[in-house]
């Protein structure tokens, strides 16, 4: 009798289990996350696989930036998955998809950035970045030439750092009613 019971338990603990899978693995889909392992996660769920994980000002654990002393780069992706393909930063905005289906400037510099912090923290291939705008994915193929445009572009940043004047690098006034410097900017579009 104890037996059969001890056996009923053992076999809805599996079901318990196996439900719960299947939950965890309807959940990623539906996520829209790439398929692969979490590395990483800004988002409220640290993982701690790439970096420790500290408390927050609330009190809740969170990842630590990804540092790259060699690049003088600091930031935090939302997640980083490792996927059959190779390691890969997700950014996700609140956003929807820029029209066109082009992804801005900034944000593919943003994800590119990520990409670079990946490959040089775990030290592997990074084959591509993705940014999940509110309605829908963009990949971000990080080549070459994107690494090449981003390393000048930390570059001409450094530069800008030392420099007594550094002038507004766009003309979009909504970009600047955004800014956090617009009320110590002379150059400000917003009214």
Known sequence: MMTALLLAVAFALVLLAVAAGVASRRAARG??????????SDTGFAVGKVAPTVAGEDGERQERPLL?????????????????????????KSSRCPPGGEPY????????????????VLGERVPHGLIRYRDCDLKVEYT?????????????????RGAEEVHRSHDEPR???????????????AG
Do not use: F, I, K, N
Request: charged content about 30%.
């Open 175 to 189: 970009r600047c009613a955004g800014c956090s410097m617009r009320e110590q900017c002379d150059e400000s579009l």
């Open 31 to 40: 996520s829209g996350l790439p398929r692969g392992r979490m590395l990483y």
């Open 144 to 160: 070459e030439e994107l690494r090449g445009e981003l390393l000048a572009l930390l570059e001409e940043m450094r530069e800008a």
């Open 105 to 120: 400037d900034s944000h593919v510099m943003q994800v590119a950035a990520y990409c670079l912090l990946a490959e040089d």
């Open 68 to 92: 790259s002393r060699r690049h003088g780069l600091v930031g935090r992706p939302d997640y980083v998955v490792r996927t059959v393909e190779g390691v890969v930063p997700v950014e996700v």
